[in-house]
Protein backbone atom coordinates (compact mmCIF):
# COMPACT_ATOMS: atom_id res chain seq x y z
CA UNK A 1 0.00 0.00 0.00
CA UNK A 2 1.44 3.29 -1.09
CA UNK A 3 2.00 5.99 1.78
CA UNK A 4 -0.85 8.76 2.11
CA UNK A 5 -0.91 11.82 0.38
CA UNK A 6 -0.35 14.94 2.36
CA UNK A 7 -2.11 18.31 0.86
CA UNK A 8 -0.17 20.85 3.74
CA UNK A 9 -1.28 24.03 4.02
CA UNK A 10 0.04 26.95 6.27
CA UNK A 11 -2.09 29.11 8.24
CA UNK A 12 -2.92 32.58 7.02
CA UNK A 13 -0.69 35.53 7.43
CA UNK A 14 -1.49 37.68 10.95
CA UNK A 15 -0.47 40.90 12.22
CA UNK A 16 2.69 39.27 14.15
CA UNK A 17 3.88 37.23 10.62
CA UNK A 18 3.90 41.07 8.96
CA UNK A 19 5.92 42.29 11.75
CA UNK A 20 8.16 39.65 11.71
CA UNK A 21 7.33 38.60 15.31
CA UNK A 22 7.81 34.80 16.47
CA UNK A 23 4.32 33.43 17.46
CA UNK A 24 5.19 29.75 18.32
CA UNK A 25 1.93 28.80 20.92
CA UNK A 26 0.37 31.85 20.95
CA UNK A 27 -2.96 32.23 19.64
CA UNK A 28 -2.75 35.30 16.70
CA UNK A 29 -5.57 35.83 14.33
CA UNK A 30 -5.54 36.10 11.03
CA UNK A 31 -5.56 39.45 9.28
CA UNK A 32 -7.04 40.67 6.09
CA UNK A 33 -4.13 39.20 4.04
CA UNK A 34 -4.59 36.07 5.97
CA UNK A 35 -8.44 35.29 5.33
CA UNK A 36 -7.75 35.70 1.44
CA UNK A 37 -5.07 33.56 1.38
CA UNK A 38 -6.89 31.09 3.04
CA UNK A 39 -9.49 31.11 0.18
CA UNK A 40 -6.74 30.95 -2.01
CA UNK A 41 -5.05 28.00 -0.84
CA UNK A 42 -9.29 26.44 -1.01
CA UNK A 43 -9.34 27.74 -4.66
CA UNK A 44 -5.87 25.93 -5.60
CA UNK A 45 -6.75 22.54 -3.69
CA UNK A 46 -10.17 22.74 -5.77
CA UNK A 47 -8.45 23.25 -8.48
CA UNK A 48 -5.89 20.08 -7.68
CA UNK A 49 -9.18 18.03 -6.65
CA UNK A 50 -10.63 18.73 -10.06
CA UNK A 51 -7.14 17.63 -12.07
CA UNK A 52 -7.01 14.71 -10.23
CA UNK A 53 -10.51 13.52 -9.99
CA UNK A 54 -10.47 13.50 -6.59
CA UNK A 55 -13.49 13.79 -4.21
CA UNK A 56 -13.68 16.36 -1.35
CA UNK A 57 -15.67 13.06 0.97
CA UNK A 58 -12.34 10.69 0.03
CA UNK A 59 -10.06 12.67 2.46
CA UNK A 60 -9.52 13.64 5.88
CA UNK A 61 -9.00 16.70 7.32
CA UNK A 62 -7.16 17.82 10.24
CA UNK A 63 -5.73 20.99 11.32
CA UNK A 64 -3.27 22.36 14.17
CA UNK A 65 -5.21 23.75 17.39
CA UNK A 66 -4.19 27.29 17.10
CA UNK A 67 -7.12 29.96 16.24
CA UNK A 68 -4.92 30.81 13.07
CA UNK A 69 -4.78 27.07 12.05
CA UNK A 70 -8.27 26.17 12.69
CA UNK A 71 -9.29 29.60 10.72
CA UNK A 72 -7.64 28.79 7.50
CA UNK A 73 -9.34 25.33 7.32
CA UNK A 74 -12.48 26.66 8.06
CA UNK A 75 -12.25 29.32 5.32
CA UNK A 76 -10.67 26.28 2.92
CA UNK A 77 -13.23 23.95 3.93
CA UNK A 78 -15.74 27.04 2.92
CA UNK A 79 -14.41 27.64 -0.48
CA UNK A 80 -14.56 23.57 -0.81
CA UNK A 81 -18.34 23.88 0.11
CA UNK A 82 -17.79 21.65 3.02
CA UNK A 83 -19.39 22.26 6.33
CA UNK A 84 -16.80 24.58 8.10
CA UNK A 85 -16.42 22.70 11.28
CA UNK A 86 -16.26 18.70 10.44
CA UNK A 87 -12.37 18.65 10.54
CA UNK A 88 -10.06 17.13 13.56
CA UNK A 89 -7.49 19.00 15.18
CA UNK A 90 -4.42 17.09 16.54
CA UNK A 91 -1.83 19.00 18.80
CA UNK A 92 0.95 17.42 17.35
CA UNK A 93 0.45 19.87 14.33
CA UNK A 94 0.55 22.81 16.96
CA UNK A 95 3.60 25.12 16.01
CA UNK A 96 7.54 25.04 17.02
CA UNK A 97 7.53 26.15 20.49
CA UNK A 98 9.50 29.81 20.98
CA UNK A 99 9.37 29.55 24.74
CA UNK A 100 10.14 33.09 26.28
CA UNK A 101 11.18 34.55 22.62
CA UNK A 102 7.30 34.67 21.85
CA UNK A 103 6.43 37.97 20.17
CA UNK A 104 9.80 38.89 19.62
CA UNK A 105 11.55 39.40 16.16
CA UNK A 106 15.08 38.56 15.44
CA UNK A 107 16.72 41.74 17.00
CA UNK A 108 14.92 41.47 19.94
CA UNK A 109 16.13 37.88 20.35
CA UNK A 110 19.37 37.96 19.53
CA UNK A 111 20.04 41.42 22.43
CA UNK A 112 18.12 39.19 24.74
CA UNK A 113 19.32 36.23 24.90
CA UNK A 114 22.74 36.61 22.42
CA UNK A 115 24.92 33.41 23.36
CA UNK A 116 21.66 30.97 22.62
CA UNK A 117 20.83 33.18 19.57
CA UNK A 118 24.42 32.73 17.91
CA UNK A 119 23.60 29.04 19.28
CA UNK A 120 20.85 28.53 17.70
CA UNK A 121 21.63 30.09 14.41
CA UNK A 122 24.80 27.37 13.66
CA UNK A 123 22.33 24.46 14.85
CA UNK A 124 18.80 25.91 14.14
CA UNK A 125 17.59 22.24 14.08
CA UNK A 126 18.97 21.07 17.62
CA UNK A 127 19.59 24.15 19.76
CA UNK A 128 16.06 25.29 21.07
CA UNK A 129 14.90 28.96 22.37
CA UNK A 130 14.87 29.63 25.85
CA UNK A 131 12.18 27.45 27.52
CA UNK A 132 11.21 26.41 24.16
CA UNK A 133 11.03 23.86 22.05
CA UNK A 134 14.32 22.09 19.20
CA UNK A 135 12.82 21.50 15.75
CA UNK A 136 13.92 17.80 16.24
CA UNK A 137 11.22 17.49 19.36
CA UNK A 138 8.94 18.94 16.77
CA UNK A 139 9.93 16.42 14.07
CA UNK A 140 9.53 14.04 16.51
CA UNK A 141 6.06 14.57 17.17
CA UNK A 142 5.45 15.19 13.39
CA UNK A 143 7.18 11.53 12.74
CA UNK A 144 4.43 10.26 15.03
CA UNK A 145 1.53 12.10 13.20
CA UNK A 146 2.72 10.90 10.03
CA UNK A 147 3.17 7.09 11.30
CA UNK A 148 -0.21 6.78 12.00
CA UNK A 149 -2.00 8.38 8.77
CA UNK A 150 -4.46 5.75 7.16
CA UNK A 151 -5.56 7.74 4.28
CA UNK A 152 -4.99 11.11 1.89
CA UNK A 153 -5.13 14.19 4.34
CA UNK A 154 -5.04 17.80 3.89
CA UNK A 155 -3.71 19.58 6.91
CA UNK A 156 -3.42 23.25 8.20
CA UNK A 157 -0.71 23.71 10.30
CA UNK A 158 2.67 25.97 10.13
CA UNK A 159 5.64 26.85 8.61
CA UNK A 160 7.55 24.84 11.49
CA UNK A 161 5.77 21.95 11.22
CA UNK A 162 6.02 21.96 7.45
CA UNK A 163 10.18 22.22 7.94
CA UNK A 164 9.69 19.35 10.33
CA UNK A 165 7.31 17.15 7.99
CA UNK A 166 9.70 17.80 5.28
CA UNK A 167 13.05 16.16 7.17
CA UNK A 168 10.84 13.56 7.99
CA UNK A 169 10.08 12.58 4.73
CA UNK A 170 13.47 13.15 3.43
CA UNK A 171 12.71 15.82 1.09
CA UNK A 172 14.54 18.43 3.08
CA UNK A 173 17.71 17.73 5.67
CA UNK A 174 17.37 19.57 8.89
CA UNK A 175 19.77 21.89 7.65
CA UNK A 176 18.02 22.73 4.41
CA UNK A 177 14.71 23.08 5.90
CA UNK A 178 15.67 25.29 8.99
CA UNK A 179 16.19 27.69 6.22
CA UNK A 180 13.25 27.42 3.78
CA UNK A 181 10.82 29.70 4.10
CA UNK A 182 6.97 27.89 3.74
CA UNK A 183 4.60 30.00 1.78
CA UNK A 184 1.12 31.52 2.97
CA UNK A 185 -1.24 30.65 0.29
CA UNK A 186 -0.08 28.05 -1.10
CA UNK A 187 -0.51 24.12 -1.13
CA UNK A 188 2.19 21.78 -0.37
CA UNK A 189 1.57 18.32 -1.53
CA UNK A 190 3.39 15.68 -0.35
CA UNK A 191 3.04 12.02 -2.56
CA UNK A 192 5.26 9.23 -3.37
CA UNK A 193 8.48 10.42 -2.03
CA UNK A 194 8.07 14.13 -3.39
CA UNK A 195 7.14 17.12 -2.85
CA UNK A 196 4.91 19.73 -5.11
CA UNK A 197 4.21 23.34 -3.74
CA UNK A 198 1.12 24.99 -6.08
CA UNK A 199 0.77 28.55 -5.61
Known amino acids: MSAPTIYYIRHGETEWNAQGRFQGSQDIPLNDLGRKQAAAAGSILT ?17 SPLGRARSTME ?14 VDDRLREIGYG ?5 TLTQMQASDPEIFAARQSDRWSVPPP ?23 VAVAHGGTARALMVTLGVETPDSAAELTIEQGAVYVFSDGALQKYS
Open 47 to 63: GLFERDGRSEASLAFVA
Open 100 to 104: RWEGS
Open 131 to 153: DGESYAAVQARMSDWYAQLTTDT
Open 75 to 88: LVRGVLKLPASEYA
